[in-house]
Nanobody, 117 residues
């Protein structure tokens, strides 16, 4: 069974930090580009950060310098370290896996991050 399970969301004061984690099962993790996306209330889902199977990363301009995506292919996990959080970072954060060699994608169920000022 293919599954992505996010964890680490919560309530944090502006300026604080959180680390999200996504555990994958049922896929050959190293064959997938992994990404974090977020959806704020009333807004469309947007890309936050991605990391390819070779470790290359890309970030949304709004999080550059504050967020860091990483992956551990041995543990089938992808993390998102979020520092200097702002109220506008409040959203449900989703993990997504995109197969490199096939048109296949998998989404997690999401984890809520709430940043208060």
């Amino acid at each position: 069974q293919v599954q992505l399970v996010e964890s680490g969301g919560g309530l944090v004061q502006a300026g604080g930090s959180l680390r999200l984690s996504c555990a994958a099962s049922g896929i050959i993790f190293s064959f997938y580009t992994m990404g974090w996306y977020r959806q704020a209330p009333g807004k469309q889902r947007e890309l936050v950060a991605i990391i390819t199977n070779s470790g290359s990363t890309n970030y949304a301009d709004s999080v550059k310098g504050r967020f860091t995506i990483s992956r551990d292919n041995a543990k089938n996990t992808v993390g998102l370290q979020m520092n200097s959080l702002k109220p506008e970072d409040t959203a449900v954060y989703y993990c997504k896996a995109n197969a490199v060699y096939a048109p296949r994608e998998v989404w997690g169920q999401g984890t809520l991050v709430t940043v208060f000022s």
